[in-house]
């Protein structure tokens, strides 16, 4: 696994803390900088990739830190306190320092004696996973699982984890986001792999026919059986069965499948026979089972015995750093059906699609880019060609001349942050302002690296931490 040098910083920005940063970026680290302590658990959530961090602490800070203690032990992060020398001398605050951290520094440290201890941790934690994630990444990618992003590393952990053992998940996500392509990595990472993997759309099926589909039925059992059927259940003997948008399933057919899930038996339709079936059980919605549990159209006792296991497939608005290893994974795959002088994708649209919220997700990625590569008469694919430019530029419209100025303010910054790969020193070069200003741009517009084009429609969240070199996470947008 070849090592980076990235860093996470929490602290309030003030002269010193900047000097820090500013320091360290000159030695090669890749910063993201969060502003506040409560903030470390959102942004470590999405990414487990900080093998080091900094947090900068003063008096104030020791209550809140005392009470994310239980956070910050869970976390596999190793941290060093930057403290002013008074805290040094208070034996309370010196017992926490030293359970909760690797080392210390104060604030009044030589840059290069810091720039060495972090080196000596990163060099530590890089042991523990230089033969372990890169291997279960390799098995994913064999999966035809394609992305990088700290959500996605985190999705194919969990995927090694689920798939040793023998019990049913529950696979979450949105439309198009790839739940079958997961059910399928978990399948083929198993000891199952070598059998049968029986994909069903529950909500595709006539009800009159979704017992038939799943059980099978014996010969005469209704007008058209004219022979025995063996149903997609017992057609996975030994293997997995999937079970898509099992949200959809009609009540009585809900009964039917608890009774398997609880006895491993089933009965065709028009037989008395119980057959018992050796199969793994993985299921997949894009609604909100527990809602539907409390309005009564889905079986509590269904869910729980489904929901053993569970996994979140993220949206592809959540994986900012994947768009553009998606979008040439997808222009080779179908280049067959491109127009001859097509060759890729210009740098505006690459920033676009970074951009752009997806509500279709991986499904909505694919269909543009296909349509694309078809209709372009240039060289490189452009915004227009991906559709997208006239939706971004109509999506919000100034009802007021601050707020035509807001949106024109954004939309610079927004830019300029997507020629720039969102790397925040050489974006504020290209604008002509400080690093503060820039930031405090960001925060005003709710911008920030997990959620750059949101704005204040979605909860922030952290990104991929290879990508830029600071990235403000001060600011917490309102949820939708």
Known sequence: MKATNDLIVVGKMDGHLDEIMSGLEERDWNITHVESLQK??????????????????????????????????????????????????????????????????TISTDLEK????????????????????????????????????????????????????????????????????????????????????????????????IQSELFGHEKGAFTGASQRKIGIIEGAEGGTLFLDEIGDLPLDMQVNLLRFLENRTIQRVGGLKEITVDVRVLAATHVNLEEAVEKGTFREDLFHRLNVLQIKVPPLRERGDDIEILARHFFNKFASEKSIQVRG??????????????????????NRIRRAMVMCEHSLIRPTDLGLERRQSASRYAESLEEARDIAERSVVMAALA??????????????????????????????????????????????????????????????
């Open 345 to 366: 994708f210009t740098k505006e649209s690459l920033a676009i699609m970074r951009l752009y919220e997806w509500p279709g997700n991986i499904r909505e990625l694919i």
């Open 114 to 209: 810091l720039h060495q201890s972090l080196s000596h941790q990163h060099s530590f934690a890089s042991l523990v996973l230089s033969h372990h994630d890169d291997d279960r990444l390799e098995e994913c990618q064999d999966c035809h699982m394609v992305g990088a992003s700290p959500s996605m590393k985190a999705l194919y952990r969990t995927i090694h984890k689920v798939s040793t053992v023998d019990a049913p998940v529950f696979i979450r996500g949105e439309s198009g986001t790839g739940k079958e392509l997961t059910a399928r990595a978990i399948h083929e990472e198993s000891l199952r792999a070598n059998a049968p993997f029986n994909a069903i759309n529950c909500g595709a099926l006539p009800a009159n026919l």
């Open 419 to 480: 020629r720039n790969s969102f790397n925040i020193q050489h974006t504020a070069r290209e604008l002509g302002i400080s690093r503060v200003t820039l930031y405090r741009l960001m925060d005003k517009h709710g911008v920030n690296r997990g959620n750059e084009a949101a704005g204040d429609k979605r909860d922030s969240r952290g990104g991929d931490s290879a990508s830029p070199k600071v990235l403000h996470l001060s600011t917490v947008s309102k949820g939708r």
């Open 40 to 105: 470390i658990q959102r942004i470590l959530h999405s990414s487990n990739d900080f093998l080091v961090g900094i947090i900068y602490l003063d008096a104030s800070c020791l209550e809140t830190l005392s009470s994310i203690e239980g956070v910050l032990n869970e976390l596999s992060t190793r941290w060093i306190a930057v403290i002013p020398e008074t805290l040094i001398k208070d034996a309370s605050s010196c017992r926490m320092i030293s359970r909760l951290f690797s080392g210390y520094h």
